[in-house]
């Protein structure tokens, strides 16, 4: 894998952050279907990857904000087990429009990346099965790929088992 520069206007807030950072990673785009209902399995499929190795950016209400969860498109959040790795008692999926203003990221492109204000934020342990893993560049239609420990670094993320299959 090498460093990628963004080229032709794909430069995003988490692209520039692992540029900034010396970050190896590699930039996939692919063409985003506007109806398109789940975004993570149309990149797996346009990009010819498992949905166990392409990981959906959510974000969830904790009792001292908002935290971020990175977990595989094929399953969903388990947010009892979110909620105890971020030593909360509950866990709660956020108001879409107020996702967006805090990450500044749209739906469907959230980038665990170069969010406007940095949340806690808990890995999927099972990312740690693989040497690369993919997920949102910040924008529908590009996929940023790197290793799980990378993503965990740049993030102060913690990993945890807090996906489930869907």
Known sequence: MSKSKSKGGQGTPATVALTQAGAD????????DAN?????????????????????????????GLAVAVVPVAGKLDLKAF???????????????KVERVTGYVVGGIS???????????VDASALDFPTIYFS???????????????VRLTGAVTAPIGKNG
């Open 83 to 97: 909620a105890a790795a971020l030593r909360s008692k509950r866990a709660a999926m956020a108001d879409a429009a």
């Open 36 to 64: 398109a209902q789940a975004y993570g399995e149309e990149a797996a499929d346009a990009l010819g990857v498992p949905y166990g190795q392409i990981f959906k950016t959510l974000v969830a209400e904790v009792e001292g």
């Open 137 to 151: 560049a910040g924008r529908r239609g590009l996929q940023i790929e790197t290793s799980p420990s990378e993503l």
């Open 112 to 122: 665990p990346l170069g969010q406007r204000k940095r949340l806690p934020t808990v």
């Open 25 to 32: 990673f590699t930039l996939h785009p692919y063409e985003h």
